[in-house]
């Protein structure tokens, strides 16, 4: 089975864009969706997206204010 | 530079005046020359942050917008850019600093895509949205998460371009409440409603937060057809 991080990148790679682009790549887990300027209408659909591939329960709050993807795979694999 | 001047060559221009809120349209279009100018209203930690912005639109954006926001708050206090700092609430909403100083003017900023807005008021909470609508996949994802059962029914009357138009009006009503509020996104979007009269057409509006029925807001729907847009301001 994949990782948490695998199945992230993927979501990530599959779903984010920037202007119509990939947002960029190797995807940076330390960078927040934030400054990789994905919008906040990006971050909503993004935590439903985890929270169905991951079968998780986190807010829309809780999807703005993990500091970074890493924090996000870690909150999923505690 | 000042709001006064903006005619000679700045990026951004009055847009609209909603009572004694200000509403300042930033032209977001790629331009080098601007993007430099830009630069140079930003201090040391605005460069660095606007350095960790990993596409150039993102960094664009900031740049443009944060650049307009100070010549337009300088103007406004009649200080000087280096007297000028940011200061930011727990949830992250901004405040200006003037000589050290949390000055009550009220402010917020919004930008997508080619659009960025700022609004100012010398008093009252207030929070801006700005979205260019752009066809989404993902509409339906959206819809069940932000909007309350009555508004996803008002939606679900509504097709194409209809439908569209009307959540992006939704989306941009809500996240204005919610920055004018400042707490982030701590509050359940699906939990209020835009007004009924709103949700179908009406421009403006007054809303209270069923939890604090106290606090009055106004609402004006600031859409045309180039965005979405709409503004949330304190009453008092």
């Known amino acids: 089975?994949?990782?948490?991080?695998?199945?992230?990148?993927?979501?990530?790679?599959?779903?984010?864009?920037?202007?119509g682009q990939p947002i960029a790549q190797p995807i940076n887990l330390d960078s927040n969706l934030s400054d990789a300027g994905v919008s906040s209408m990006d971050v909503v659909a993004f935590g439903k997206l985890v929270n169905e591939e991951f079968n998780a329960n986190l807010s829309v709050e809780d999807c703005a204010k993990l500091p970074t993807l890493r924090a996000l795979i870690d909150h999923l694999d505690a | 530079m000042t709001v006064a001047d903006s005619a000679a060559g700045c990026w951004w221009r009055p847009f609209r005046e909603i009572g004694d809120a200000v509403v300042i349209h930033i032209d977001l279009e790629a331009d080098s020359?601007?993007?430099?100018?830009?630069?140079?209203?930003?201090?040391?930690?605005?460069?660095?942050?606007?350095?960790?912005?990993?596409?150039?639109?993102a960094r664009r954006r900031f740049a443009l917008c944060r650049a307009?926001?100070?010549?337009?708050?300088?103007?406004?206090?009649?200080?000087?850019?280096?007297?000028?700092?940011f200061g930011a609430s727990d949830h992250g909403k901004p405040f200006a600093v003037v000589n050290g100083r949390r000055h009550p003017i009220s402010f917020n900023v919004s930008h997508s895509g080619e659009?960025?807005?700022?609004?100012?008021?010398?008093?009252?909470?207030?929070?801006?949205?700005?979205?260019?609508?752009?066809?989404?996949?993902?509409?339906?994802?959206?819809?069940?998460?932000?909007?309350?059962?009555?508004?996803q029914s008002e939606l679900?009357?509504?097709?194409?371009c209809d439908k569209v138009h009307l959540f992006f009006s939704?989306?941009?009503?809500?996240?204005?409440?919610?920055?004018?509020?400042?707490?982030?996104?701590?509050?359940d979007v699906s939990g209020f409603e835009v007004p009924l009269a709103m949700?179908?057409?009406?421009?403006t509006s007054t809303f209270r937060?069923?939890?604090?029925?106290?606090?009055?807001?106004?609402?004006?729907?600031?859409?045309?057809?180039?965005?979405?847009a709409a503004i949330a301001h304190e009453q008092f």
């Not at chain 2, 909470?125 to 009555?150: F, H, M, P, Q, Y």
């Not at chain 2, 949700?199 to 421009?203: A, H, I, Q, T």
């Not at chain 2, 937060?209 to 979405?228: K, T």
């Open chain 2, 115 to 151: 659009h960025g807005l700022v609004a100012f008021a010398p008093k009252g909470r207030l929070g801006v949205d700005v979205e260019e609508r752009v066809a989404r996949r993902d509409l339906d994802v959206l819809v069940t998460s932000v909007l309350s059962l009555g508004e």
């Open chain 2, 170 to 187: 939704l989306w941009t009503i809500k996240e204005a409440l919610i920055k004018a509020l400042g707490k982030g996104f701590s509050l």
């Open chain 2, 199 to 203: 949700r179908r057409g009406v421009v």
């Open chain 2, 33 to 57: 020359t601007r993007e430099g100018d830009a630069l140079t209203w930003l201090n040391e930690e605005e460069k660095a942050r606007w350095r960790r912005y990993e596409h150039q639109g």
């Open chain 2, 156 to 160: 679900a009357l509504k097709s194409g």
């Open chain 2, 68 to 85: 307009a926001l100070r010549a337009i708050l300088c103007d406004q206090l009649g200080c000087q850019n280096e007297r000028l700092e």
């Open chain 1, 1 to 19: 089975m994949s990782s948490t991080e695998d199945r992230i990148r993927q979501l990530v790679e599959e779903n984010l864009e920037v202007d």
């Open chain 2, 209 to 228: 937060f069923p939890e604090m029925p106290s606090v009055r807001w106004r609402l004006e729907n600031l859409g045309n057809d180039r965005f979405a």
